[in-house]
């Protein structure tokens, strides 16, 4: 008795649930009007930080590419979702938005190490920086990224993912802001012109924090790695508490796209024991308990055998 299962789940589980959960009207136009107006004063900030010679504005600037890109992503990952799979694509065009995380969290990566370097120069000899002006584009900033939190709350945002991760990137951008503005009232006011680059450096460690996060996240999901919320011992000891299933083995999970799980894997059951029983029951608890709606579980008893030998042998060869 042998029981090849390719759940459906990513049509009714995350197919539908992933337009449903990412692709509202709503989220989209909050999205756009938000990387609009995020792009809108990164391009300020970098011109703002030339003229006024602040490296504090510049590093804002840095995180607010970063903003820029997270949005970007998320509107990506809307078009792409909507896009259905093909021969040559089974699973469509999700991994995209990972490429693209990946090349955001290196290039932010680069900017941070620019920052601390320039950082490092500027503390040595501090420049005079026109701090007065720099206060004025550091505050529109401060409210542009305001303006852009209050669009994003506006959205679907205690249920989106991505929606609510987008805002938390603008609500570290905002520290970066209202950083730029007490650099700019130090240097105003008492002529500290090390405020500048000491700040702008406190800046480049909040970039680089979210930065490593992302590249980390995104190296794992493309090698193909278990997701971090998910563990493996727990997902096999809740299979092997189901009645009759006997070994759990090439138990496989990874992630194609953010908040798209997959899971395959091997389950030998007593002989006497239906299989699509223990399939209903397995698929049920991966889904409600790990979240894992698209599955492929192949359930086999003892007169399966792989390749000429056994399943015990198989089992011996290649798991504890």
Same mark, same amino acid.
């Given at each position: ?7 459906a ?9 992933? %337009? ?13 009007l ?7 004063? &990164? ?6 930080g030339?003229?006024?010679?602040? @490296?504090?504005?510049?590093? +804002? ?9 997270? #949005? ?6 809307? $078009? ?7 021969? !040559?694509? %089974?699973?469509?065009?999700?991994? &995209? ?12 990566? @680069? ?5 601390? $370097? ?5 503390? !040595? ?6 701090s007065v ?6 505050t ?27 805002? #938390? ?8 802001s ?9 240097? $105003? !006011? &008492?002529?500290?012109y090390?405020? +500048? ?10 970039? #680089?924090?979210?930065?490593?996060? =992302?590249?980390?996240?995104? =190296? ?18 809740? @299979? @092997? ?11 496989? =999970? $990874? %992630?194609?796209?953010?908040?798209f ?8 059951? +007593? ?17 409600? !308990? ?5 599955? %492929? ?24």
């Amino acid at each position: 008795m042998g029981f090849g299962h390719a759940h459906a789940g990513h049509d009714h589980g995350h197919g539908h649930g992933h %337009t449903h959960h990412h692709g509202r009207t709503a989220d989209r136009k909050a999205l756009l009007l938000a990387v609009i107006i995020i792009t809108a004063f &990164f391009i300020v900030e970098v011109i703002g930080g030339i003229l006024t010679n602040s @490296l504090a504005l510049l590093s +804002d600037a840095g995180h607010m590419f970063s903003d820029s890109s997270a #949005l970007f992503l998320s509107l990506l990952a809307l $078009w792409f979702a909507s896009r259905p799979p093909s021969p !040559q694509k %089974t699973y469509g065009y999700y991994r &995209f938005e990972i490429l693209a995380a990946l090349l955001n969290g290196v290039t932010l990566i @680069l900017i941070s190490l620019f920052i601390f $370097w320039e950082s490092w120069q500027r503390l !040595q000899n501090p420049p005079q920086v026109a701090s007065v002006p720099m206060i004025g584009i550091a505050t529109l900033g401060l409210f542009a990224n305001i303006a852009v939190a209050l669009i994003l709350m506006r959205g679907d945002y205690k249920q989106n993912l991505n929606i609510r991760s987008a805002f #938390l990137h603008v609500l570290g951008d905002l520290l970066g802001s209202a950083g730029a503005i007490l650099a700019g009232i130090l240097m $105003w !006011q &008492f002529g500290w012109y090390a405020a +500048d680059p000491l700040i702008s450096a406190i800046v480049g460690i909040l970039i #680089l924090i979210s930065a490593w996060r =992302v590249t980390k996240e995104s =190296v794992n999901i493309l090698m193909e790695g278990v997701p971090s919320t998910i563990d493996i011992a727990a997902v096999t000891e809740a @299979l @092997l508490a189901i009645p009759g299933v006997r070994k759990v083995y090439d138990l496989h =999970v $990874w %992630t194609v796209t953010s908040g798209f799980d997959s899971l395959s894997c091997h389950l030998l059951v +007593d002989d006497e024991v239906s299989g699509y029983e223990v399939l209903n029951q397995a698929l049920a608890r991966l889904e409600t !308990q790990f979240h894992i709606m698209h599955s %492929t579980i192949q359930i086999e008893n003892s007169t399966v055998k792989h390749g000429h030998v056994s399943f015990e042998k198989h089992d011996e060869g290649h798991h504890r």
